[in-house]
């Protein structure tokens, strides 16, 4: 079964950058997408803000387009969401979410949606 867990969030000045990451335990994601959400105060969940599949295809959404980057590790357990140029509209919880996707590309993952969700971290953007 696999588990992921999400750390790296705290607090950070607007222009700043933070890099989070997601693991893995019970199984490598060789064969799985991993995207990011963001769920805002007040706010529903929204994204995927980006997704990484197993095969190497990569998706952003717009308002992220340039400041974020989405990437894996060597030893395939790991995925980091590096985070530039931070703004307060930035502030949510942040959460990674995996979906087995070994037949799947980027435009049916984002229909199908995810299976596998981690318990978020919280990333606040404010002077």
């Known amino acids: 079964q696999l588990q992921l867990v999400e750390s790296g969030g705290g607090l950070v000045q607007p222009g700043g950058s933070l890099r989070l990451s997601c693991t893995a335990s019970?199984?490598?994601?060789?064969?799985?997408?991993i995207g990011w959400f963001r769920q805002a105060p007040g706010k529903e969940r929204e994204g995927p803000l980006c997704?990484?599949?197993?095969?190497?295809?990569?998706y952003y959404v717009d308002s992220v387009k340039g400041r974020f980057t989405i990437s894996r590790d060597n030893a395939k357990t790991t995925v980091y969401l590096q985070m530039n140029s931070l703004k307060p509209e930035d502030t949510g919880v942040y959460y990674c979410?995996?979906?087995?996707?070994?037949?799947?590309?980027?435009?049916?993952?984002?229909?199908?949606?995810?299976?596998?969700w981690g318990k978020g971290t919280l990333v606040t953007v404010s002077s």
């Open positions: 979410a995996a979906v087995h996707d070994i037949t799947l590309d980027i435009a049916a993952i984002l229909q199908r949606g995810m299976d596998y």
């Open positions: 019970g199984v490598t994601l060789d064969e799985y997408a």
């Open positions: 997704i990484s599949s197993s095969e190497g295809s990569i």
